[in-house]
C-alpha cells in the first residue's frame, strides 16, 4: 500500500481477494501449496454504493486465484458494473 499513481494502482474484487486470504497467503503466495496467487482481470464500470450509475469511470478488475488450489476464475465480460465497496485495492507489484 502507500502512495501510488493511478496507473499503478490494480484492484481486486473484494471477494476473491477475501477467499484466497481465508486459504492462507503469505508473501503475495499460497501457504497451502506455495504458488504465487495470480490475477485475472477486466475492465469494469465503477458504482457508487446505492446507486445503479457510475461516473463512467472504467478500471481493471482482477480476480485473485491460486493457480493450483482453485479453478481459473471466469470473468465477466467487459464494463460489467462492480460497486465500489466490492473492490479492494491491491498493492501494485
Ligand atoms: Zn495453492
Given at each position: 500500500m502507500g502512495m501510488q499513481s493511478n496507473r499503478d494502482t490494480v484492484f481486486g474484487t473484494k471477494a476473491s481477494v477475501d477467499r484466497v486470504e481465508d486459504q492462507g497467503v503469505v508473501d503475495g503466495k499460497c501457504v497451502v501449496?506455495?504458488?504465487?496467487?495470480?490475477l485475472t482481470g477486466?475492465?469494469?464500470s465503477i458504482w457508487d454504493d446505492g446507486t445503479s450509475v457510475g461516473s463512467g469511470e472504467v478500471?481493471?478488475?482482477?480476480?485473485?486465484?491460486?493457480?493450483?488450489?482453485?479453478?481459473?476464475?471466469?470473468?465477466?465480460?467487459?464494463?460489467?458494473?462492480?460497486f465500489k465497496s466490492e473492490i479492494v485495492r491491491l498493492a501494485a507489484e
Open positions: 501449496c506455495g504458488a504465487q496467487i495470480l477486466i475492465g469494469r478500471r481493471t478488475v482482477a480476480e485473485a486465484y491460486c493457480p493450483n488450489c482453485d479453478e481459473k476464475p471466469e470473468l465477466p465480460d467487459h464494463g460489467t458494473p462492480i
